[in-house]
């Protein structure tokens, strides 16, 4: 077991690891951060995304240990502290970005990461940046009005409408 | 997964010294060694992490020479990799934004998945690969599917490429995985003309030298429309057919000496 010591939603948190305690588990587990969630455990879905120093990044592919002396950002530091949504959360919600949820976390995190790097993300970039985040319910669309909406842009018809 | 410890030295001595105990594994990025981790391939008795020595990391030039260090990101190759756009064009285009937050140049090119990116790169290129102990030319480097020249606990510091007149990287990707079902890298420099093929090989990345000689004299997609190579060694899987394969690595190699005008 080593000690690891990082910033999680800016508060400093530290834990005793093992060398193969993931990143996901350590917030899930050991925190109690549930909201960082699990689908594949394959590196494939993106349910799991969070950021590591400003980066998304997929917390069932990297080693707690790793994240030692780290910024960790998760689905649960993107509210304000009384509970008032975020633009880009806020969008989701009006327009019916998500369904059942599960991937909803790890689509916020990978969103709120592109509009950090690309604020005006046109229709194509935004599909392109979610390439790594698979939704079983939304069909996307929805997942994409929201994101062209929170980045202040208009909302594009899209294709099945 | 089995149980191992992490141990993150700063330095590449330091690593070097470590990669030494028995049963120690490097750990680059984790976008392939932690999948295969999980599903009990590997047990190491320890991973030493590279993502804490600075040394490693960065992109620079020097004339014509682009040094990338062996624990940069994709994501930093396609940001920084600017005065190699075929280069920078094919990291950015790995996987997706979480994996190239995270995955390196020196684990792909020591893992040399016979679908991956950037063995066609430094193949496609004529890069040097530059370890802890020596400098190995991209052509003696690749020795098959996963199978490189690298010696045990040897560490990629750094690829060092020829920045070429000309190049360009076409991949058809598999959806699904989005490596390349048939990726290829042409370039036109002081080397010459240089075509490296990734994933339709058994044999893993490979130099299509037909297509080289016709480039030569002529370097445009008309020079090779008449080429095409036989099916035997191609992988063929429930994506493709071996002829199939055969077939794409001549459509993405004129698109490639297209792209790259
Ligand atoms: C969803 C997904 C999609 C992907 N898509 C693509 C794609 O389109 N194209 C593509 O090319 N790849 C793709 N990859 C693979 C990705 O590029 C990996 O990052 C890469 O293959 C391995 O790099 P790494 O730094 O993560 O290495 P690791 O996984 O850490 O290590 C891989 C191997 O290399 C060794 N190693 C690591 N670094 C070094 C070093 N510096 N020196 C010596 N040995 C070292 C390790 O011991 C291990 O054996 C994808 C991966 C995922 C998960
Ligand atoms: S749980 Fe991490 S990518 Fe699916
Ligand atoms: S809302 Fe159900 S998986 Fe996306």
């Known amino acids: 077991m080593t000690k690891v010591t990082m910033s999680v939603n800016g508060k400093s948190v530290s834990g005793e690891v093992a060398g193969n305690t993931l990143l996901v588990d350590f917030l899930r587990q050991d925190l109690r951060l549930t909201g960082t969630h699990v689908g594949c455990d394959t590196s494939q879905c993106g349910a799991c995304v969070v950021h590591v120093n400003g980066e998304a990044v997929k917390s069932c592919t990297m080693f707690a240990a790793e994240a030692e002396g780290a910024e960790v950002a998760t689905i649960e530091g993107q509210a304000a502290a009384d509970g008032t949504l975020n633009t880009l959360q806020q969008a989701f919600q009006d327009y019916h970005g998500l369904q059942c949820g599960f991937c909803t976390p790890g689509m916020v995190m990978s969103a709120a990461a592109l509009l950090k790097e690309n604020p005006q993300p046109s229709e194509a970039e935004v599909r392109d940046y979610l390439e790594g985040n698979i939704c079983r319910c939304t069909g996307y669309h929805n997942i994409v009005r929201a994101i062209m909406a929170a980045s202040g842009q208009q909302v594009p018809a899209v294709a099945a409408e | ?261």
């Open chain 2, 1 to 261: 997964m089995y149980s191992f410890d992490i141990e993150r030295p700063t330095s590449v001595a330091d690593a070097v010294a470590a990669l030494g105990a028995d049963e120690a594994l490097a750990l680059g990025g984790g976008q392939t060694l932690i999948p295969t981790l999980k599903q009990r391939l590997a047990s190491p008795s320890k991973l030493v992490s590279l993502s804490g020595i600075a040394e490693m990391k960065g992109v620079s030039q020097d004339g014509n020479t682009l040094r990338i260090g062996g624990g940069t990101t994709h994501a930093s190759v396609a940001r920084e990799a600017g005065a190699f756009p075929a280069l920078a064009a094919l990291a950015g285009n790995i996987g997706d934004p979480a994996v190239r937050n995270r995955g390196t140049i020196g684990g792909s090119l020591a893992n040399n998945d016979p679908s991956a990116c950037y063995p066609a790169a430094a193949l496609g290129a004529g890069a040097m690969i530059v370890t802890d102990r020596r400098e190995i030319a991209a052509d003696d480097y690749f020795q098959g599917m996963f199978a490189t020249a690298l010696e045990e606990g040897e560490i990629i510091t750094a690829v060092t490429f020829p920045i070429p007149a000309k190049a360009a990287y076409m991949k058809f990707e598999q959806p699904a995985s989005r490596f390349a079902l048939v990726g290829v890298f042409v370039s036109q420099g002081d080397a010459g003309v240089r075509v490296a093929v990734t994933g339709a090989s058994e044999g893993g990345v490979f130099r299509w030298s037909a297509a080289e000689e016709a480039l030569s004299g002529n370097f445009s997609a008309d020079a090779i429309s008449g080429l095409s190579l036989p099916a035997d060694d191609m992988i063929a899987d429930l994506h493709g057919t071996a002829a199939y394969r055969a077939h794409l690595v001549s459509v993405m190699t004129r698109r490639a000496v297209a792209a790259a005008g």
